[in-house]
């Protein structure tokens, strides 16, 4: 079985930066796409960004174009997003998500708190 393991998140301060990272274990898998979702209290599951593993293409929702910027080790199943200028809007619990061929492969998530 392939598992997810989100990490990397914490709390941080408004204006400052962290780095999620996301690695499948299991075996060895090499999604068709990676992204990351996040869901806030009281809020649906949102996307955020997403990479594709052929070419690397991006796309990020807007409200977070020009701060995060996600990529990805294919070498060794992880993703990465990289948060800068976070904000309290950011706050959120992170979800990666890995799109297999026909199973969607879902991390525990984990908690980002941005403090103004």
């Known amino acids: 079985q392939v598992q997810l393991v989100e990490s990397g998140g914490g709390l941080v301060q408004a204006g400052g930066s962290l780095r999620l990272s996301c690695v499948a274990s299991?075996?060895?898998?090499?999604?068709?796409?990676m992204g990351w979702f996040r869901q806030a209290p009281g809020k649906e599951r949102e996307f955020v960004a997403r990479i594709w593993t052929s070419g690397g293409t991006t796309n990020y929702t807007d409200s977070v174009k020009g701060r995060f910027a996600i990529s990805r080790d294919n070498a060794n199943n992880t993703v990465y997003l990289q948060m800068n200028a976070l904000e309290p809007e950011d706050t959120a619990v992170y979800y990666c998500?890995?799109?297999?061929?026909?199973?969607?492969?879902w991390g525990q998530g984990t908690q980002v708190t941005v403090s103004s």
């Open positions: 299991g075996r060895t898998f090499n999604f068709a796409t």
């Open positions: 998500l890995g799109v297999g061929i026909s199973t969607l492969y």
